[in-house]
Every structure is written in structure tokens, then in C-alpha cells.
């Protein structure tokens, strides 16, 4: 995986491209001996400065670079080069212009990171000059241990002539390039619809414009793969220059809210994490009082689960960071050791020394602009030689998870396009809740009840589903019928399956299918649906099962519970012909004075298997209680999920084989906790590091503190 297994990557992006001259002749120096005495292990380079060491077509001046590899290896600093990509030089778009990106809002201008067209001829051409350049010149170097393909490469909602010459011609191999072939598009589609029927392919029109959500979802997943063979083409580059030992990785990002929220709309991360060796993240984050961990696990858990619970780097997160992000004290350590938590091999910032000019000037490093150690800088220096000291302890720690969360690129664009609040597309009922906002709702009381997961995506066989003993599927609205089969025969194969709203409604084509909702599934649980609506003053009534947890003190606490059904709301009725013998449980049923029926039903399936399923959006801690209640019915609740709601619970097998437990504590109060298992401090938060803590201790978590417990 890396040269260094044994180890924890610690480190920065660093550019000395950036550094005034008013900063000093010995800043480069001054910067290598603070990462030394911070504990740093690596620095990342090179992105983003392809018109500096590029200046011209054929010219190639590697003066930074080289000043920063050999300054990185005179402090025994590991080096990861970025390929320059995705931020393209003037000269390039000066003399092709064509290379820029076409959306649907218009031509991009020049300036703005991003903002070109993958798929050009001229960009392709200059790129690969550049990264061929790039690699011959950095590769045999001995202290350069992986290479970075690009930067959080998306399609950039670019949609030039070329790239829909591209699609069309993509369409002709799937559907056929006769008219037959246009007569399978046009009826999967729909295209019928207010004339959109497209009657030779040289009629085809410019999708920008389209009003066919199936047509859109098309090109966006064929945006998606160009993306995928995008950063492959970059992997087939670097390999004829790279050793064995380096690397391959890229920094995958998720949707943006102002920090790193959902899955990424824009590509398909189980799909385009074949191009590289290491999976790599950059995960933002709200800090200060809004610091939670949520993020954090939830971008972990994915990019754990993109190379099958391998370890995975954070090549990018905040050190002080935007507005609002300043750590307070203890923060960063535990920001750092929430990835290592989540199974990271190590953790990198974005980025060393705050710049001085140009657009992230704000977006501050590690240091601020006068370079001096300040105490965000003193925080990393003891993670640095924490990490150090005890890295037999923290490396290689891997996860076998019992629970996982289905995720989908399809059904997030089928959402954008039949909202859940209006039903047509979501930039025109302005905003509202979109698919990932469910993902997070279903994601989010998992992991306050302390429940790792897995993701997986919606083509995963039925094999890997069943290493779960829960599989829980957000609104999966477009899904082909292989998914539908995989989750029937999870479900009745003894595994407990989760559904919610608006999962199974539309084929791989979001072609709505012709039976009740959700398709395929709806004849395991006994009920269907064919009528929704919005849950205004609509009230839930739990019942059986979930009314016996929901009493329960020791599982749910004392605080009285919101029962508001929310956002969107099925109405579910009997089907005529259910398959099977088991009785509908029903969990929770709807209070109004016109809509009425199960709210929240499961069924069982033979011995143990299960489906369960919300036909409404409830409140966080009524979702932890339907969890709970699936939990409980096979015997699944034990001490983590007993801590939930206290402490932050994240566990794993370390490199060297033990139990290692992370106890997070995401509050500026301090937390005492009763020890559920025996292990040693390996952090020395309750006694001297190394020292024995006996299951029962009691133990006080510090404000924003951790414990590390190796059994």
C-alpha cells in the first residue's frame, strides 16, 4: 500500500510556488525543520502549478520542484506528487480556447480552477506532456512515495459538442445505431413526451435543454464514466514511470454544502477508485461548536469501502481553515484521530502556510501568514509525536463491519430531477431536501447510536450484501432489476434490510415501474404504495415492537421524542397477494383527521430475515428507535450502541492484530463514562500511556478529548 506500512502518514500540501519573496531566502528551510519538529512524515505537491513549471508548450522548468524535493528529502520528508490538471495555464486556453467548458449557463472563462473540458483533444495533448514531464523528473527520486492523479476530478458540468457527439455515439452501442435502436431509446426514455421522440440520430438534440429526466440521468451517468476513464487514462501515464513501491491515489470529494456532506453527484467513486492504489479523501468539516465527527466517519466510511475495507489517506483537511473552522483547543487531535478512527493510514492538511494573495488567501494552513507557531501549529507537534511514539498501536487498523448503508449515484440524479417536496426537478422548486440529505438523516442516527457501516453501492452482489447482518437502502429511487433481486434474496436469505420513501419507484432508465412501491419489494412486506404526499400536521403513533423500545429508558432516554412525520409521506396499504406467511408488523401508523395506515412496517422472512420499511421522514431520534427495534428483534445491541448518544464509539483490529477502541468526545463539557471493555491507554488519557484500564473503571473524557484503548 505504501512504502512505510509500519507508520502513519502526517503531513501538508506545500508550495513553495506560492511563497512571497518578502517571506525570506530561508523560508523553504524554516518550513522543512517546523514540519520536522511537528512530527510531519510527508508533504504533497506540485497540483495546481501546472503555468509555473509549464510556462509554455515543450518548456519545462522545474526550479520549485525540485527546490522542494530536495529541501523535503534533506529533513527525510516523503514526497507525493500531484499531476497539475486541474487547473490549466494561459497559454493553453489563450491558444485553444476550445479546451474550456461549455455548460448549460454558457462558456466558462478563463481564471477559475476546474472549469475545463476533460475530453479535448488540446487538453488531453498538453496534459499528458505535462504529466509525462511531471513523472520522468519526480519518479526516481527514492524519497517520492506515490503520485496523486488530478484533483477532485469531476465532469464540471461540461457539456461541449464533443462530449455530446461522445454521448450520442454511446447510446448507438447501448440501444443500437439502426432504427431499432432509436425506438428502444426513445420508449425507455419516454421520449414521446411532448414531442421529444428523436427520429434519426442526427436529430438529436442538445441535452442541455432537455426536459426528460431520463435523458438527463443518462448523460449525467455518462459524464459520470468520463470522469472514470479520465483518471485511468492519468494511472496508464504514471505507471510507465513510476516504481512498484509508489503509490497511486487521487483525492475524492463529496457534494458541497460548505463542507463535505453527501455523495458525489458528479462521479462514481466505486467505479473510479479502480484507477488508483490507495483510496484517497479530502474531507471538510463544520468545526468549533458545530464539530460532531459525522463528516468525518461518514467520508471515512466510504473511502474505507471504495478498496473493501482497505486503509485510505486524507490528502486533504482542514487545519484552521475557513470562517468558523478555528479549532479550539484539543479540536485538531481530535479531528486527526477521528480519521485514524475511521481506518485512515494518515492525515494531511490543506494546506501548510496560509497564502497571501488570490482567492483562498482566507482558506487558512496550518500556519497564518506571518509563519510564526501558533497554537493550531502547536496542536499538530503533538499529534506528530503521538503518532510517532505510538504508531505500533494506531497503523493498519481494519474493520469488519455487521452493518452497511446502500448508496447510489442514479437515484441522487433521479432525485434532483422528482424532488421529494414538488415532484419535478429541485433547482425549480428551489432547493429543498434532495437524496443525500436522506443518505445523511439514515447515516446520521447510525452513527449516534454507534453503529459503524459499510457503504456500498447498488450494483454490490448479493455476496458482499450478505456480510451484513443490517443493509439499509435510502431512498433508492432508480435501480435495475438485478438491485431489486440482490435485496429480495439479502432479505429473505435471513438478513434484515432497511428501506425507506421513495426507494424502488424507477428502472435503471427512471422509467417509473408499472406495480406498487417499492417494486419487487413491496409483495416481501405485505404492503404497497401508488399515492404520497406532504405530511402537513401529520403525527406518527408508534406501536408494538417500537412503542417497547421507544419505553425504554435504558435504550432511548428520558427526553420525550418528536412524532411529526416530515417532508414526504407514502400511504401504504395491504397488497393482494403477499409472499410468504409472516404477519405485517406494523410500528408505527399516522395520526390526521384524513390519512391513516402504517406510517412504519416490517415483516419478517423465514428464520431471521426481515424487511422493514419507513414510508416517512421522522425525526432523528424516532429513526434511532426503529434501528433499535430491528436491532433488538435479533439480539444485535451491545455496548456501543448502549454509549450511544454519551460518547462516540469507533472500533477496529490494529496492524498488529489487537482490539483497538476509539472514545471520541465531540463537547466542550467533559464526559465520565464507565470502561465497557479492558485494555491499555494508549494515549495516557486515564493513566500513564501504556497503562492497564480494567473494564468498569470509570473514566473522564476531557472536553473535545480521546481515548485509545488496545486490548
Given at each position: 500500500?505504501?512504502?512505510?506500512s509500519g507508520?502513519?502518514i502526517?503531513?501538508?500540501?506545500?508550495?513553495?510556488?506560492?511563497?512571497?519573496?518578502?517571506?525570506?531566502?530561508?523560508r523553504?528551510?524554516?518550513?522543512?525543520q517546523?514540519?520536522?519538529?511537528?512530527?510531519?512524515?510527508?508533504?504533497?505537491?506540485?497540483?495546481?502549478?501546472?503555468?509555473t513549471?509549464n510556462?509554455a508548450?515543450?518548456?519545462?522548468?522545474f526550479t520549485?520542484?525540485?527546490?522542494?524535493?530536495?529541501?523535503?528529502?534533506a529533513?527525510?520528508l516523503?514526497?507525493?506528487?500531484?499531476?497539475?490538471?486541474?487547473?490549466?495555464?494561459?497559454?493553453?486556453?489563450?491558444?485553444?480556447?476550445?479546451?474550456l467548458?461549455?455548460?448549460?449557463?454558457?462558456?466558462n472563462?478563463y481564471?477559475?480552477?476546474?472549469?475545463?473540458?476533460?475530453l479535448?483533444?488540446?487538453?488531453?495533448?498538453?496534459?499528458?506532456?505535462?504529466?509525462r514531464a511531471?513523472?520522468?523528473?519526480?519518479?526516481?527520486r527514492?524519497h517520492?512515495v506515490?503520485f496523486?492523479?488530478?484533483?477532485?476530478?469531476?465532469?464540471?458540468?461540461?457539456?461541449?459538442?464533443?462530449?455530446?457527439?461522445?454521448?450520442?455515439?454511446?447510446?448507438?452501442?447501448r440501444?443500437g445505431?439502426?432504427q431499432?435502436?432509436l425506438?428502444?431509446?426513445n420508449?425507455?426514455?419516454g421520449?414521446n413526451?411532448?414531442?421529444?421522440?428523436?427520429?434519426?440520430w442526427?436529430?438529436?438534440?442538445?441535452?442541455?435543454?432537455?426536459?426528460n429526466?431520463?435523458?438527463?440521468?443518462a448523460f449525467?451517468?455518462?459524464?459520470?464514466r468520463?470522469?472514470?476513464?479520465?483518471l485511468?487514462w492519468q494511472?496508464?501515464?504514471?505507471?510507465e514511470y513510476?516504481?512498484?513501491?509508489?503509490?497511486?491515489?487521487?483525492?475524492?470529494?463529496?457534494?458541497?454544502?460548505?463542507?463535505s456532506f453527501?455523495?458525489?453527484?458528479?462521479?462514481?467513486?466505486?467505479?473510479?477508485?479502480?484507477?488508483v492504489?490507495?483510496a484517497?479523501?479530502?474531507?471538510y468539516?463544520p468545526?468549533?461548536?458545530?464539530?460532531?465527527g459525522?463528516?468525518i466517519a461518514f467520508?471515512?466510511?466510504i473511502?474505507r469501502?471504495?478498496?473493501?475495507?482497505a486503509?485510505?489517506?486524507?490528502?486533504e483537511?482542514?487545519?484552521?481553515?475557513?470562517m468558523?473552522?478555528?479549532?479550539?483547543?484539543g479540536?485538531?487531535?481530535?479531528?486527526?484521530?477521528s480519521?485514524?478512527?475511521s481506518?485512515?493510514?494518515?492525515?494531511m492538511y490543506?494546506h501548510?502556510?496560509?497564502?497571501?494573495?488570490?482567492?483562498e488567501?482566507?482558506?487558512?494552513?496550518?500556519?497564518?501568514?506571518?509563519?510564526?507557531p501558533?497554537?493550531t501549529?502547536?496542536?499538530?507537534?503533538?499529534?506528530?509525536?503521538?503518532?510517532k511514539?505510538?504508531?505500533?498501536?494506531?497503523a493498519?487498523?481494519s474493520?469488519?463491519?455487521?452493518?452497511a448503508i446502500?448508496?447510489?449515484?442514479?437515484?441522487c440524479?433521479?432525485?434532483?430531477?422528482?424532488?421529494?417536496?414538488?415532484?419535478?426537478?429541485?433547482r425549480?422548486a428551489?432547493?429543498g431536501a434532495g437524496?443525500?440529505?436522506?443518505?445523511?438523516?439514515?447515516?446520521?442516527a447510525?452513527?449516534?447510536?454507534?453503529?459503524?457501516?459499510?457503504?456500498?453501492?447498488a450494483?454490490?452482489?448479493?455476496?458482499?450484501?450478505?456480510?451484513?447482518?443490517?443493509?439499509?437502502?435510502?431512498?433508492?429511487?432508480?435501480a435495475?432489476q438485478?438491485?431489486?433481486?440482490?435485496?429480495?434474496?439479502?432479505?429473505?436469505?435471513?438478513?434484515?434490510?432497511?428501506?425507506?420513501?421513495r426507494?424502488?419507484?424507477?428502472?435503471?432508465?427512471?422509467?417509473?415501474?408499472?406495480?406498487r412501491?417499492?417494486?419487487?419489494l413491496?409483495?416481501?412486506?405485505?404492503l404497497?404504495?401508488?399515492q404520497?404526499?406532504?405530511?402537513?400536521g401529520?403525527?406518527?403513533?408508534?406501536?408494538?415492537?417500537?412503542a417497547?423500545v421507544l419505553?425504554?429508558p435504558?435504550?432511548?432516554?428520558?427526553e420525550?421524542?418528536?412524532?411529526?412525520?416530515?417532508?414526504?409521506?407514502e400511504?401504504?396499504t395491504?397488497?393482494?397477494?403477499p409472499?410468504?406467511?409472516?404477519?405485517v408488523?406494523?410500528?408505527a401508523?399516522?395520526e390526521?383527521?384524513?390519512?391513516?395506515?402504517?406510517?412504519?412496517?416490517?415483516?419478517?422472512?423465514?428464520?431471521?430475515?426481515?424487511?422493514?420499511?419507513l414510508?416517512?421522514?421522522?425525526?432523528?431520534?424516532?429513526?434511532?428507535?426503529?434501528?433499535?427495534?430491528?436491532?433488538?428483534e435479533?439480539?444485535?445491541?451491545?455496548?456501543?450502541?448502549?454509549?450511544?448518544?454519551t460518547i462516540t464509539?469507533?472500533?477496529?483490529?490494529?496492524?498488529?492484530g489487537?482490539q483497538?477502541?476509539?472514545?471520541?468526545?465531540y463537547?466542550?463539557?467533559a464526559?465520565?463514562?464507565?470502561?465497557?471493555?479492558?485494555?491499555d491507554d494508549v494515549?495516557?488519557?486515564?493513566?500513564?500511556?501504556?497503562?492497564?484500564?480494567?473494564?468498569?473503571?470509570?473514566?473522564?473524557?476531557?472536553?473535545?478529548?480521546?481515548?485509545?484503548?488496545?486490548?
Open positions: 500500500m505504501t512504502q512505510h507508520r502513519l502526517f503531513g501538508a500540501a506545500y508550495y513553495d510556488e506560492y511563497t512571497p519573496a518578502a517571506a525570506g531566502p530561508d523553504l528551510e524554516r518550513d522543512m517546523m514540519m520536522v519538529d511537528a512530527g510531519f512524515t510527508t508533504i504533497r505537491i506540485a497540483e495546481f502549478t501546472w503555468g513549471w510556462p508548450p515543450g518548456v519545462f522548468d520549485h520542484i525540485d527546490r522542494a524535493l530536495d529541501a523535503a528529502a529533513h527525510g516523503d514526497v507525493i506528487i500531484g499531476t497539475p490538471t486541474a487547473a490549466i495555464p494561459t497559454w493553453l486556453a489563450s491558444r485553444h480556447p476550445e479546451v467548458g461549455v455548460t448549460a449557463a454558457g462558456p472563462k481564471g477559475p480552477r476546474q472549469n475545463m473540458n476533460i479535448a483533444p488540446a487538453y488531453r495533448l498538453y496534459a499528458e506532456a505535462a504529466i511531471l513523472a520522468e523528473h519526480t519518479a526516481p527514492a517520492v506515490g496523486q492523479l488530478d484533483n477532485e476530478t469531476k465532469y464540471y458540468d461540461a457539456a461541449n459538442a464533443d462530449i455530446q457527439r461522445a454521448f450520442v455515439d454511446s447510446l448507438k452501442q440501444f445505431a439502426g431499432e435502436g425506438n428502444a431509446l420508449s425507455a426514455f421520449l413526451y411532448w414531442s421529444n421522440r428523436v427520429g434519426a442526427e436529430d438529436f438534440p442538445d441535452v442541455t435543454g432537455t426536459i429526466g431520463s435523458l438527463a440521468a449525467d451517468a455518462f459524464r459520470r468520463l470522469v472514470t476513464d479520465f485511468a494511472r496508464a501515464i504514471v505507471d513510476r516504481r512498484e513501491d509508489q503509490f497511486v491515489t487521487h483525492n475524492f470529494d463529496y457534494e458541497w454544502r460548505g463542507y453527501g455523495i458525489q453527484p458528479a462521479v462514481d467513486h466505486f467505479q473510479a477508485a479502480d484507477a492504489t490507495l484517497g479523501v479530502d474531507i468539516h468545526g468549533e461548536d458545530h464539530l460532531t459525522k463528516e467520508g471515512g466510511d473511502s469501502s471504495l478498496k473493501d475495507g486503509p485510505y489517506l486524507v490528502l483537511t482542514q487545519a484552521q481553515g475557513q468558523g473552522w478555528l479549532p479550539y483547543p479540536q485538531l487531535r481530535l479531528q486527526a484521530y480519521h485514524l478512527a481506518g485512515a493510514c494518515g492525515v490543506w501548510w502556510g496560509s497564502i497571501h494573495n488570490s482567492f488567501t482566507y482558506w487558512k494552513g496550518l500556519l497564518s501568514q506571518d509563519y510564526s501558533n497554537p501549529y502547536r496542536e499538530a507537534c503533538v499529534i506528530g509525536r503521538e503518532l511514539e505510538h504508531a505500533a498501536s494506531l493498519g487498523l474493520k469488519r463491519n455487521t452493518a446502500m448508496v447510489s449515484n442514479e437515484a440524479t433521479a432525485l434532483e430531477w422528482f424532488s421529494l417536496e414538488a415532484g419535478f426537478p429541485r425549480l428551489g432547493g437524496y443525500n440529505d436522506v443518505v445523511r438523516w439514515v447515516y446520521d447510525l452513527f449516534d447510536l454507534n453503529i459503524e457501516v459499510d457503504v456500498v453501492p450494483d454490490a452482489p448479493l455476496e458482499r450484501l450478505q456480510r451484513y447482518d443490517l443493509l439499509v437502502v435510502p431512498a433508492l429511487y432508480s435495475p438485478s438491485t431489486i433481486d440482490a435485496l429480495r434474496a439479502y432479505a429473505t436469505g435471513g438478513g434484515s434490510l432497511i428501506t425507506t420513501f426507494t424502488a419507484v424507477a428502472d435503471e432508465n427512471v422509467q417509473v415501474w408499472s406495480d412501491q417499492p417494486h419487487g413491496s409483495g416481501l412486506l405485505g404497497g404504495t401508488d404520497f404526499t406532504r405530511p402537513e401529520v403525527r406518527l403513533a408508534p406501536t408494538g415492537a417500537l417497547r419505553d425504554s435504558v435504550l432511548t432516554g428520558t420525550p421524542v418528536d412524532l411529526d412525520a416530515r417532508v414526504f409521506m400511504l401504504l395491504p397488497i393482494e397477494a409472499e410468504g406467511t409472516g404477519q408488523e406494523v410500528l401508523t399516522y390526521h383527521h384524513a390519512w391513516s395506515g402504517p406510517a412504519i412496517a416490517r415483516r419478517r422472512l423465514g428464520e431471521s430475515g426481515s424487511v422493514t420499511h414510508a416517512t421522514w421522522t425525526s432523528p431520534e424516532l429513526l434511532r428507535a426503529v434501528v433499535l427495534t430491528v436491532l433488538d435479533r439480539g444485535l445491541i451491545g455496548w456501543p450502541e448502549m454509549l450511544g448518544g464509539v469507533r472500533r477496529g483490529t490494529n496492524g498488529r489487537r483497538l477502541g476509539y472514545f471520541l468526545n463537547s466542550h463539557d464526559v465520565e463514562i464507565a470502561l465497557p471493555v479492558s485494555g494515549l495516557g488519557t486515564a493513566a500513564a500511556p501504556g497503562a492497564r484500564l480494567e473494564a468498569g473503571t470509570t473514566v473522564t473524557l476531557p472536553a473535545w478529548g480521546v481515548l485509545v484503548v488496545e486490548a
